[in-house]
C-alpha cells in the first residue's frame, strides 16, 4: 500500500507515524500514533512493535525517539503482561536463598496478608510510586473498622516491596524502583525501662531458687538477647578462659508446631564476650543443676549440648521464659518491664561503671557504636552532667 501524508516514516528511521481517528463516547476524534521495532521473538523471528500516541505528531515522534534511544543503549524494558502478583510469587519462591528463615517467613506473610490484595492485580510496569505510597497511608490510616498497623509493620514491609523490586530491576523487568521514592512511616523507638538499682536488687531476690534464676542473671549481667541465651551451647563456653562465644540463637518456625531451629545472632557476626567470675560462676552453677536435671530424667533425658534446657535437656521454650519473667517482674511491682529490658539494664549499668561505648557495642553485639551510643545517650548525658558537677566542685576548691 503506497505511504500517504498522515502515514510516513520517521526521519531517523525509527518507526512509522500516522493519524489515526478513534470513536469514544459516541464522539469521533484524531490522534496521531506510532509504532517502532523494540526486540524480536526469539522463536519466531518477528519483530516485536511497540505502540505510542499522542495529539501531535511532534509528541509521538519524540516518544518514539526515547524509546529508540533506550533500545541502542540496552535498556528498555520489553513490554509485559506479568503482574505484581505474577512477579512475587516468582520473588518469594526464588530469591530469598539468602535471608534468614525468620525473616523469609516474615516477608512472604506480608506478601500474601498486605501486599498482593492491595497491589497484586496492577501489571508490574505499571506500578507506580503514588500508588505504593497511597498503599502504605491506608495501613497506617486504613478505613473505619479495620485496625492500623504500627509504623514498623509498614516500615517492614515497604522492606519486603523494596528488596522484592530491586531483583525486578536486576533482572530486567523494571527500569527504575517505584519504592525508592516512598516516603514509609517514621518509626519511634519504645521507650526502654531499665531496671533501677533498687529494681534490681528486688528482682535478684525475687529469682532466687528460681528454675531460671541463672538464665535471668546471665543475660541481666551480660546483656545477651533471648534468643542468643537460649541457643547457648556448652562448646561455646570456655571455663579456662572465662569467656563464652555467642555464634547463635535458638529460633522456632512460626507455625502451629514448628520445629526449632539455629539461625546467627542478629547482625550476622559472632563475639565472643569476657566474663565477670561471679558470671562464669553462674555457669558452673547451672552446669551442676543440669546435671542434677539428667539424673532425675534418666532415659528420657535429650541430650542437645545446651546451657539452658527444658527438665529432659529439651530445647527451651521462648514462652516458658517470658511467661515465668512477667510473674516476677510483676512481684516486684514492675509489671511494664518486658525479657529486653534485662538487656538495656546491663548496658545502662556498663555505662555508668565506666565501660566505654566501644566495649558495650561489642558485648551487646550492635553493628556500630553510634547505634549504641544513639540507643543509650541519656545515659551518657546523666554521667556528662555528673562529671560537670565534679569539675565545679574541683574549681570551687581552688577558688577558696
Not at 148 to 176: C, D, E, M
Amino acid at each position: 500500500m503506497p505511504r500517504t501524508k498522515d502515514m510516513r516514516r520517521s526521519a531517523n528511521g525509527t518507526g512509522s507515524i500516522r493519524k489515526k481517528k478513534v470513536r469514544r463516547n459516541g464522539r469521533e476524534y484524531e490522534c496521531w500514533e506510532g509504532r517502532i521495532t523494540v526486540g524480536f521473538d526469539p522463536d519466531s523471528g518477528k519483530q516485536i512493535q511497540k505502540s505510542v500516541s499522542g495529539k501531535t505528531q511532534k509528541e509521538v515522534a519524540q516518544k518514539l525517539q526515547e524509546i529508540a534511544v533506550e533500545v541502542g543503549r540496552g535498556t528498555y524494558t520489553m513490554p509485559s503482561k506479568m503482574t505484581v502478583k505474577d512477579w512475587l510469587a516468582i520473588w518469594t519462591k526464588e530469591y530469598m536463598e539468602d535471608v534468614k528463615e525468620s525473616t523469609a517467613f516474615l516477608y512472604t506473610r506480608y506478601v500474601d496478608k498486605y501486599i498482593v490484595p492491595k497491589l497484586g492485580s496492577i501489571k508490574l510496569e505499571a506500578l507506580t510510586t503514588p500508588a505504593i505510597q497511597a498503599f502504605y497511608n491506608g495501613l497506617i490510616h486504613p478505613k473505619e473498622g479495620v485496625n492500623p498497623l504500627s509504623a514498623k509493620t509498614v516500615k517492614n514491609i515497604h522492606g519486603a516491596l523494596h528488596k522484592a523490586l530491586q531483583q525486578a530491576v536486576l533482572v530486567g523487568y523494571l527500569r527504575t524502583n517505584p519504592v525508592d521514592a516512598c516516603k514509609p512511616p517514621r518509626v519511634v523507638r519504645k521507650e526502654m525501662h531499665p531496671l533501677e538499682e533498687d529494681q534490681v536488687s528486688a528482682f535478684l531476690t525475687a529469682i532466687q531458687g528460681h528454675p531460671h534464676e541463672y538464665l535471668y542473671k546471665i543475660v541481666l549481667f551480660t546483656g545477651l538477647r533471648e534468643g542468643e541465651v537460649l541457643g547457648l551451647t556448652w562448646d561455646c563456653v570456655d571455663f579456662e578462659r572465662g569467656t563464652i562465644l555467642i555464634k547463635q540463637q535458638l529460633r522456632r518456625e512460626q507455625k502451629k508446631g514448628g520445629q526449632y531451629y539455629f539461625t546467627t545472632p542478629k547482625n550476622g557476626k559472632s563475639r565472643t564476650l569476657t566474663l565477670a567470675p561471679s558470671v562464669l560462676q553462674l555457669f558452673r552453677l547451672q552446669k551442676l543443676h543440669q546435671n542434677g536435671l539428667r539424673v532425675e530424667a534418666g532415659e528420657l533425658w535429650e541430650e542437645h549440648n545446651m546451657v539452658f534446657s527444658n527438665q529432659f535437656g529439651g530445647y527451651l521454650s521462648y514462652r516458658t521464659v517470658y511467661d515465668c519473667f512477667k510473674r516476677i517482674v510483676s512481684r516486684i511491682g514492675t509489671p511494664g518491664t518486658r525479657f529486653h529490658d534485662l538487656r538495656h539494664t546491663y548496658a545502662t549499668m556498663a555505662i555508668r561503671a565506666g565501660d566505654d561505648i566501644k566495649t558495650v557495642q561489642e558485648n551487646l553485639g550492635h553493628a556500630t557504636a553510634a547505634f549504641t551510643l544513639d540507643i543509650y545517650g541519656h545515659v551518657t548525658a546523666g554521667m556528662r552532667q555528673d562529671s560537670a558537677n565534679r569539675m565545679e566542685g574541683v574549681i570551687q576548691a581552688f577558688s577558696k
